[in-house]
């Protein structure tokens, strides 16, 4: 078929050469107010296409690409085409039965009509740019009362995520914790804080979003600085959570006990699980007991991550039980809240160490296909 290609008007449209780079979706339109309206969407999506007339003469050119966007002006030009997923037919009118014919012979997926879709196909766009796929394992700590060491817990999670091979994000959502970037020595690492991310609206990309925050001992974290104290709003942590989620690997939540704050509760339904961390003491279980009550109408899978030493007559079963939950492990004693900022290494650092060796133990079930911790 003739692979005429559209020139890169306003830079964009060219080629993709050989070897590595960002996935491109491919575009086929001769329709210039469809192109301009498609050129819109992927830029909203933080993608830059391959513009085409018609199928590319090339067949990795046609089969490479993670998304296929027709237009219905071009419909019948692909007829004959290799088959392959990823391909969507836009345009046309929603009651014109032709349209479906023309998707059907194009090898399209699905018709998407402009403007009423717009929303989904900068989605299918990003997602698709993005390599969406599994979803991070998203886990949150949450302290039964303050100076648990859920903090402490957190880090080493984080830690322990990357030496198993994970692309690993640690998200702060504590914002009167003190910074876990300091907890790991990156607080003068450049990048964004939640300040910048307090005004997020709609869809974050989530490659941007991993490679412009702080990176400390191998994984990106999002934390605060150290300026007056800014309002997230549920909005900025929903969209933010959820690009982080789209790049797979892990996500390890930091969460304070003010679980009733709304961008709290917007963190908590992003979850796949959480710990509730509870040392070994009376007063720490009743404590325990009311975070567990108010997280758990958010969060159905929440278990207990016990730390001694106990009160007498306490043990990790005992205190699992009064909390009504799953009794997730027990931290060894060297895991105490860390000090931030004191010039050791950050908590879990040492593998050898009874808190990494806990959180190894962690991912080995939390990381199985079934996903069973």
Known sequence: MEASKT?????????????PGPARPLILTEDIALLDDLL????????????????????AAWTDPPLVLVGD???????????????????????????WQRAVRAGAEDVLV?????????????????????????????????????STLACALALAAVRAGQRTLLVDADPLGGGLDVLLGGERAAGPRWPDFAASKGRVAGVALEE?????????VLSWDRGDPVRVP??????????ARRRGGVVVVDLPRA????????????????????????????????????????????????????APGLDDEWIAAALRLPLAGELPYDAGPATAGDGTPPPGADPRSGLARFCAAFWDRALTPERAA
């Open 212 to 220: 412009s925050l702080p990176s400390a001992h191998g994984l990106r």
């Open 7 to 19: 020139s890169a008007r306003r830079g964009r449209g060219t080629e993709r050469g050989p070897g």
């Open 234 to 243: 549920p909005e900025a942590m929903r969209s933010v959570l959820a690009a």
């Open 259 to 310: 679980a009733d704050d709304g961008a709290v509760t917007e963190a908590l339904a992003q979850l796949d699980l959480g710990l509730l961390v509870v040392p070994g003491e009376l007063r720490a279980v009743a404590a325990a007991r009311r975070v567990a009550e108010t997280v758990g109408t958010v969060l159905p899978d929440l278990r207990a991550v016990v730390r001694g030493p106990y």
């Open 73 to 99: 002006d071009v419909a019948d030009r692909c007829r004959g085409a290799a088959r392959r997923p990823g391909v969507l037919l836009v345009g046309g009118e929603p009651d014109d039965p032709g349209v």
């Open 114 to 150: 402009l403007p009423d879709d717009e929303g989904r196909v900068v989605d299918l766009i990003a997602d698709a740019v993005e390599g969406a796929g599994r979803q991070a394992r998203t886990v949150g700590v949450i302290g039964g009362r303050g100076g648990a060491g859920a």
């Open 40 to 59: 819109r969407l992927c830029a909203a999506a933080g993608a830059e296409p391959e513009v085409h007339h018609a199928v590319p003469e090339r067949p």
